[in-house]
């Protein structure tokens, strides 16, 4: 079986009343080729196409906020202008994003592990951090501080 059929059995299992289109599977099967990476809903949509099916990207954003709800897919906003989507992974990673070189810094999961303890506890909220990025200043940057008129620069272009 198929790491693919594998998810879509879950999914099934997941929710009994999902259809599995032809559409949503193609959307699934474009995350899967490249498990470990970000996506783009442009770059979802580019690699449906090559399957010569042509989705718009409010169709592949519907699929995708569809498998994020389902706990398939993670959405996060790592400052790029466009969200990414990563599958759900085992364990999550999260992300520290530089706002001032754009570095991004691979955070281990343990570390939420506190925070999520204190969420379930203090407010009943059964948090999913399956994906976080925190934006703020890299090591590098703080020691080589920049003026403030760099971090603008693409306002000014
Ligand atoms: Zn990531
Ligand atoms: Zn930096």
């Known amino acids: 079986m198929s790491d693919l059929d594998r998810l879509l059995?879950?999914?099934?299992?997941?929710r009994p009343s999902t259809r599995i289109t032809t559409q949503r599977r193609l959307v699934l099967e474009a995350l899967m080729?490249?498990?470990a990476r970000h996506h783009t809903c442009e770059d979802v949509a580019a690699a449906v196409a090559q399957h010569?099916?042509?989705l718009d990207q409010s169709t592949v954003y519907r699929i995708l906020q569809w498998?994020?709800?389902?706990?398939v897919v993670s959405q996060t906003?790592?400052?790029s202008g466009s969200d990414v989507y990563a599958l759900a992974g085992h364990p999550p990673h999260h992300h520290l994003v530089c706002l001032h070189c754009g570095a991004i810094i691979d955070?281990?999961?343990?570390i939420f592990a506190g925070l999520r303890?204190?969420?379930q506890l203090a407010y009943r909220f059964e948090p999913r951090i399956e994906h976080f990025a925190i934006f703020g200043m890299c090591q590098a940057c703080q020691e080589h501080p920049r003026t403030e008129d760099d971090t603008f620069e693409d306002e000014m272009a």
């Open 9 to 14: 059995d879950e999914l099934r299992q997941r």
């Open 107 to 110: 955070v281990d999961d343990a």
């Open 33 to 35: 080729a490249d498990p």
């Open 117 to 119: 303890r204190t969420l």
């Open 52 to 54: 010569g099916v042509k």
């Open 67 to 71: 498998l994020k709800n389902a706990g």
């Open 77 to 79: 906003d790592l400052g």
